[in-house]
Structures are given as structure tokens and as C-alpha cells.
């Protein structure tokens, strides 16, 4: 801009002058002409004078008049006249140069003092009488000698003012040539100097954003103009190209066919912000890439879109990895809970739309404890894998088996009714008939049976699976090795569930409830960076009450709305008294289970709030521990997530719980705020024992790390499980190898300890003396 503006300003002053001089010299050139022209004119008047004197024709007065008109357009401007057989009338502008005005001056009064002694000569009167203006005299000589003194005179000082002008016409081109050439030099130096100022601006600009790139470990990719302009070091690792093959075209020869139109759509509009696209590696392996698009056509630098792209190959590798362990059971490769879950969620719209019915089975083997306790947890496995492939081989390929966990087993058989799923039960029993060599022992094994048919009622998947154990447990009772069908009136379990909701409902009020407080430690220093709280009950009448036990109750009585304000009430409170007693590390959090029931239903962004309101403590001290389950399904995981979204752009902390038990669509994870996620304690338990569970751990951690969030093992109960979490390079961990869940005292001490550590108290200041009166 610089540049173009200072050559179109100098070009603009160079024209200008050119032009002015020109028009200038024109004007000059015919000044000089006219001036020349007198002389000519007044040799000519003299010679018609001395012509109509010897009585031939001539015009004199004609002539004089020229002179006179001439004389005065040269000295005020105006329309010299043509003369005959000479010149055309030409335009003359006045002069401005003070010695030509008093030379032409000069000559305007000679050439009255010509003409008049000339027309004086004619009339024969005597030329002495004449009156001279112009100053000049002659002397005594005769008359024609006056006569052509007086003409020599005027052409002279003519010749002289043509001379003086055309010397101040060189004078003038000389000083436009010198103007001209100091402009353009002065422009050239500007010009240049402004190119180097302009060199060095994007050098710098380039620089700052080469630095940008070069420091991020990120695949930076710049597209302008329809095509590749830069690309950043890790990309030229990633492919195995160097930057000048991969520039305009040649990029997108590694991008995947199907993703190519949108990368170059992407490049060209900015669109979508996130783009997900094959690029193709250096081993020809494609490598999932995620690029964040920033839009910078409108800087001057770059005028291009910016791919800011991460490989995430190996997270999606992790994430179908996962997606696949949790839908499976490790043990038996049969589907698990979730996936159970899910097909007889399936099974049961299905029944509904077809006016259908639908059984469901339960199958708890009798006795499978003894087994595992006398010959140990391999024998126990090696058991549990052959009954379930002597199961799988007497149901149909439709129905749907699956084992829950320990040795409970359940299957679905979509449009069966009562008889056909009696039938199937038999079967299934008999399948165990033949004994099972295990450990070099026979082994005979049986099962009771829960059975609940559904024929399109109201009945969800909890509550079939919940009466199909109601139905197993009636089965067990009855002795063991049978099935039994689901009766409504088998609802002990409902009534003993009653009496519980009922006693809940009197502990709130009654303050028998209490918030304990289980540390977290960081792997690094086993430093305390935060608490569980953790509800407990201790009921007059049944003493204390599991929460494995009453929370399931209280969700399903929507008594859960209460207890879970009340648990993050009293955490809230308490985590502030800590921190006012100022035994509270800086990033210390107190985590507070939220059920999925609260989320799906709503108004937790709210809650929260308030509590952190009331109690004063800052929110990036509170945290949340949600089940993903709860984040990820339908509307209500929808709406739990648009909640936690708030409270996270608010500072709370987010944690998945329980990860790696029920999740079914992870890939929704990624743009969730998570800042931890919590490997769950059925994991590290079957760390030593099961290389699935280990490897599951492993890659939880990992998952962790490629979201960069820190992840935790929950459930540390011995330092091999420790060394193992550890391992596998896990950076925080919970159990009762640390501390079991503790009142608040006790964790206050454990608070104080830990900081007396970090910095020792210094001695106790004296007391200021009492002020005396
Ligand atoms: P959770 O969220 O997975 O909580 C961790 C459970 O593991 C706690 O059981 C804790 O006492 C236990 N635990 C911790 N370390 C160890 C260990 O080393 N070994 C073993 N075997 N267990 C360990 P707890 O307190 O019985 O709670 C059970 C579940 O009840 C919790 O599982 C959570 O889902 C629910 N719960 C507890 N308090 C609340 C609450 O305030 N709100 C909600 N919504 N749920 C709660
Ligand atoms: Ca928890
Ligand atoms: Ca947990």
C-alpha cells in the first residue's frame, strides 16, 4: 500500500510539472516568436515608409498597427495579430518576468515614437517636432537617419526581450529536469525503503506464525486459494513428505477419496469448524485426523483457512476398543449388562409395535461360590466359560444371551410366551445335566431360573430384569436346580422395599443421615488432592444401611432429589470450613455423587448454585461425579449435559464414574467437559487376576491422557494393586489402602497433618501484652 501510494504520488507530481511545463514552454515559444516577429515587423514598417515615400504601394499604417497590437498582446496578454505572409494571430499570455515587462515596456514606447515620426515623415513634417517617450535621442542627423535609428532601436530591444525570454524558457526546462529527477529519486527511495519495511513486517508475520506452528505439536495445514500453501513439521513427519510435496494439489492426493471433497470445500469456506478426515501416513496406513478450522482469508498474511489437526487414530482405537469391552463380557465373549440392556430395550418396541410377547430369563448357578472358593478364581473362570457354551448351544441364534456378572446369566427370547419359555428353562437346565471336568475334577453344577414374560404391558427393561430376580430368588427358595415363573404377588421384595423407602424417608428428617469423606491421593506424592463424599445412613432400627443399598431405592422413590441436595449441601459446607480454617490445599476438590435419576430429571445447575452460594466456596473446588450413562442417552442425557456445561463453564469439575462399565456412545464424550475420569473398582479388583481387566485399566488411563485429563483408580485395597495402577502410569488414586470413607474430624486431622508436612508451623507468636490502663 506504502509503496503504490508513494509512486502514485510522485508519478501524479512528475505528470503535473510536465504538463505545466509543457503548456509553460508552448506559451514561452510563442512569446519568443512574437517578440522575434517585431523585429521583422519594424524592419518591414520602415521599408513601406521609405516605399511611399519614393511613391510606390505600400501600408505602413497597416504595419504600425501590427507593431502596436503585437507590443500589447506581449506585454498584457492577449491576441497578437496574424501578419500576412507570416505568421497566424497567436494567443500570448502576459509576462510575469520584470526585466522582459520593462524591455517589451521599452518597446511599446519605441514603437509609438517610430510610427509617429514615421507617419511625421510622410506628412512631410519636420521629425525634431515629434515628441519621443521612450527616452531615446537620436541627436541631430536628418530625418530618414531618425527615422531608422528609431526602427533599429525598437528591433533591438525586441530581439533583447525574445532573448531574455528564451533564456528564462531553458532556465525553466532545466530546473523541471533537475525537479523531475529529485522526484523520482526521492519516490524510488521511499519506494524502497518501504518494500524493506514491508519485507521485514511479513518476514516478522511469518515468523510469529511459523513460531505459532512450529511450537505446537500439531498438524498445522494453511489452504488458499484452492489449494495447499503451508504445512507444519508434524505433517511432513506424519506423511513422509517433504513441505514442497504436499503444496497446492499434492496435499490432498493423501487425503481419503470419500473426505476430499470436504477437505477442499473445508479450505475454501471455513466450514464445518470441526472436520474429521483420513490422511494417509508414511507407512500407507490411514490415520484419522480431527482439524479445527480457523478462518483467516481476511488476514493479509495468510488469507487462507487454517487446519489446526490432531491424529486421534489411536483414541478412536481406544474408543471402539472400549465400546467393545463394554459390551462384551471379557470372560465369556458374550454381551454384557449394557448391551442386555439394550437389546431387550429393542425387543420390547418391537413387542409392543407386533403385539408380541417377550420372556426373560435369569440364571444364577447354585453353588458357584463353594467352586470358586475351594479350587480358586482360574477354576471358577475355566467353569463359568463352559456353561456358557454349553448354554449358547441350546438357544436359538435370535435369542439373545448374555452374562450380568459373577454367575448370573440372562436371556431374551423375543416372542416367546409363557410355555415356550418354560420349555426353554427346561432346556437350558438340562444342558448342565452332564458333569464338568474342571482342575482335573467332576464337577456337577446347576442353576435356578427366574422367569418373566412381558405381552406388551407397561413393564420396562429394570423392571423385567428386577421381577425376573424376584422370580430367581422364589426358584432358589424353592430348592435349588428349578425355575420359576414371575407372579405380582411375589413381591416380598417389593414390601421389605417399602419399609425401607419409608424408614429413608424418616432418616432425612430425623438426621440419620451423614456425609462421610474418602481422600484421594496423587500417585506422584501420595499427596491428599480431594475427597469423595460419600452419604451414610445409620438407622436406629436396622443400623447402618449401605448406600449399594438404599441409593437404588431412593432413586426409584425419587427420594434421591433430597438426599442429593442434602449430600451436596453438607459437602459444600464442609469443604468451605476447611478452607476457612485454611487447611485446605489450593486445588484440593470435594467430588459429591450426582445421580443419573437428578440429571435426567433436571434443575442440578440450579442446586448447585445455590449451594456453592450459601456455603461460599469457590467452584473449582466442587465436583461432580456423573455415570456416563447419564450424559450420554437421549433427551435426558441431552439436558444433563447442556446442565454440567453450565456449571463446568462456571469452574465445577466434571467426573465420569464407574468408566468402563455401561457406555454407549463414547465418541460424545470427546466434546464433553470432562476433567477426570474414575476407572472403575470392579476393574482394579480383577487387576492381578484377569490380564482383560488390566488391559481395560490401561486403556481408560490412556483415554484419559489423550482427552488430557487425569484419570483415578477407585477401590485400592493392596499396594500390588497400587504398583499396578501405577504401571500403568494412572495419576491418582482412592481406596481403603489409603483411608476408608471417614467422618469429617478424622479428615480434618488428616487435612492438618498434611500441611503441617508441607510447611512447618513456626513457633506460636507471643500473646501482645494486655494493654495496660
Ligand atoms: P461409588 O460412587 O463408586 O463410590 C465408591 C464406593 O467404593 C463407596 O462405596 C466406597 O466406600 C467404596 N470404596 C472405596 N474404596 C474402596 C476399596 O478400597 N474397596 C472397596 N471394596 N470399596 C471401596 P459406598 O460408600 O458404599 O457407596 C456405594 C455407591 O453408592 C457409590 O458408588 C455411589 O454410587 C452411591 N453413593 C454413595 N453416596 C452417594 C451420594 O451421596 N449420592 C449418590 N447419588 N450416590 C451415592
Ligand atoms: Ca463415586
Ligand atoms: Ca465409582
Redesign the pocket.
Known sequence: MGILGTMALVSAATVFLSIRATTGSQHRAVVVEVAARQRTLTERYLNDVMLVRAGARAAPGTTAMLLRRSADALLHGGLAPAVNGDDDEAHVAATTNPTVHSQLEQERRLIGDLTRSGAALLANRPLASVELAAGEHPGAIGDVARLRVLAALTSNVSLNAARTFAREADANVNSLIATQVALGAAGLLISVLLALALVAATRRQTAHFRSLVTSSTDLVVLFSGGGCRYVSEPVTDLTGRAEADLLGDRFLELVHEDDRAAVIDAGEQAQPRVLLFRLMDRFGVWRQVEAHLTDLRGDRHLRGVVFNARDISERMRLESELTRQAFYDVLTNLPNRALFRDRLAQGLARSRRARTSLAVLLLDLDGFKQVNDSLGHDAGDQLLREVAERFAEVVRPTDTLARLGGDEFTLLVEGAAEDEALLVAQRLLQSLGDPFSVSGRELRMGSSIGIVVSSGGKAGTEDLIRDADVAMYAAKESGRGRYQLYHPDMALELGEQLGLEQDLRDALKNGELS??Y?PEVSLKDEGIVGV?????WTSPKRGSV???QF?PI??ETGL?FD??E??LDEACRQAAQWRADGILPDDFVVW????GK?LAVGGVNGLVRRALEDSGLPPQQLGL?V?ETAIVSGAPGERARGELELLHTLGVRVAI??FGTGFSALGQLRHFPIDML?V??SF??GLETDARDAAIVANVVSLAHSLGVPAIA????TSSQLDSVRAVDCDLA????FA??SAPAEITALLEAARARAAPTPPAPTPPAPASR
Open positions: 456425609v462421610h474418602q469423595e463424599a460419600l452419604l451414610r449401605s448406600p449399594a441409593i431412593a432413586e434421591i438426599l442429593g442434602f449430600v459429591v455423587n450426582v445421580s437428578q461425579e455415570t464414574d464407574d474414575k472403575d473398582r482394579v479388583q477407585e477401590g485400592i485395597e482412592q481406596g481403603f489402602l476408608r470413607p
